[in-house]
């Protein structure tokens, strides 16, 4: 009896603290700068996206909403942007010289939770970055006087380690008399150069459309890509290997799926074989730590750190590059660099497969409906 009666009256003092106590759970609002930028000197134009956190008394998603509660206004804030070699500023860029410019729209937000009627980013031109320079940026807000700042090194050049040269087939199907036939799997990589953290690469299979000569419609290129995934670079000192591989029955799948028959298109003649291409793609290794940190969690330890590279703000300030290889036709032949085993098990799918040799009584002969 008595423990219920202290149970009553502990009860009843909470609810009553309850009742004549206010709790505001949004604590005075702080400016914080989140920043993303990314400098690639593959682009001649470098954009930095610039918003600052929100807080307020109602439901985050009707702050979301409006663009104003995080985007600075267009003098509030003054960017400049270096290129520093040892401490030694090269080249400057800043919105007090006009080098830095505040774009809207001027490439489109995606619909999503946040306002997208008015995408702000900051610009700087420079078509020529040296990657053995550094690049930091430097973010004042000028109504208190808040400097936000970051530094980051350049990509180094990676370089294409197989396949070795332009020459090589790509082989996904072998026929052999004694063996039989059989699918062929394929490696490419790259050897890593420096500050990089990650690469992922993409084939694609590059193809022209050609349609019949009555319905005088213009061939189209087309192309299947096959993303291949991240490989993870384990030091940013550079001279890594970096290797990704498709399997031939995976490459000839990801084809039909892709591929419409030809009784499914209008005024079809044939497909001409054009070429293989790889795109590769790397991130700097501060880029690289940071999608490595946000990434979602598969066990179920949820508690991740928190990574910024950015000082006295939050995001990340990074580099990332590109390079190709692409297996394209021989000029003294016109042979394409795909192995005539591929071939021939490309035109055996059904989907009008052809390769314009210069011979005519090649069996890969091209001929116009």
């Known amino acids: 009896m008595n423990r219920l009666l202290y149970t009553l009256i502990l009860l009843a003092s909470v609810m009553l603290f309850s009742c004549e ?6 604590a ?9 930028g990314v400098v690639n000197p593959a682009d001649s134009n470098h954009y930095i996206k610039i918003n600052k956190a929100f807080l307020g008394d109602v439901n985050a998603l009707d702050l979301a909403a409006d663009a104003n509660n995080f985007n600075y206004t267009a003098d509030e804030i003054e960017i400049t942007v270096e290129e520093v070699n040892n401490s ?8 007090g010289a006009g080098t830095v410019v505040r774009t809207v729209n001027e490439i489109p937000k995606d619909a999503g939770v946040f306002d997208n009627t008015d995408n702000v980013l900051y610009k700087f031109v420079e078509p020529n970055i040296n990657i053995a320079n550094d690049y930091r940026i430097k973010i004042v807000n000028k109504e208190t006087g808040k400097e936000v700042s970051s530094e980051t090194e350049i990509v180094g050049t990676s370089y294409i380690a197989f396949p070795a040269s332009s020459n090589s087939n790509f082989k996904f199907y072998i026929v052999s008399g004694s063996s039989g036939n059989f699918f062929d799997d394929t490696k490419i990589g790259i050897t890593t ?6 690469g992922k690469a993409t084939l694609v299979f590059n193809y022209i459309e050609h349609y019949t000569t009555a319905s005088m419609k213009p061939s189209v290129a087309k192309s299947v890509e096959m993303y291949l995934g991240e490989e993870v670079a384990s030091s940013s000192l550079g001279d890594e290997s970096l290797e990704w591989g498709i399997a031939g029955s995976t490459f000839f ?5 892709a591929v419409a ?25 501060e880029l690289s730590t940071y999608i490595a940190v946000t990434a979602p ?3 179920v ?3 991740k750190p928190n990574y910024t590279n950015i000082t006295n703000g939050i995001g990340v300030f990074s580099s990332e590059g590109e390079l190709t290889y692409i297996s394209s036709r021989i000029p003294a032949n016109g042979f394409v660099n795909v192995s005539p085993n591929t071939i021939t098990h490309l035109q055996s799918l059904g989907l009008g497969f052809c390769f314009g040799l210069p011979s005519p009584t090649s069996s890969y002969e091209c001929n116009q409906l």
Do not use: C, M, W
Request: charged letters at 20%; glycine letters at 4%.
């Open 301 to 303: 330890n949820q508690d």
């Open 261 to 285: 028959l030809p009784s499914e298109v209008a005024d079809f003649s044939h497909r001409e074989l054009d070429n293989i291409s790889v795109k590769f793609e790397v991130s700097g290794a």
């Open 21 to 26: 106590t206010d709790i505001d759970v949004n």
């Open 193 to 198: 150069g420096n500050s990089v953290g990650r």
């Open 253 to 257: 799948t990801n084809i039909q799926s």
């Open 28 to 36: 005075p609002y702080e400016d914080i700068t989140v920043v993303y």
């Open 88 to 95: 030694n500023v090269i080249k400057t860029f800043s919105t």
């Open 297 to 299: 969690s598969n066990t």
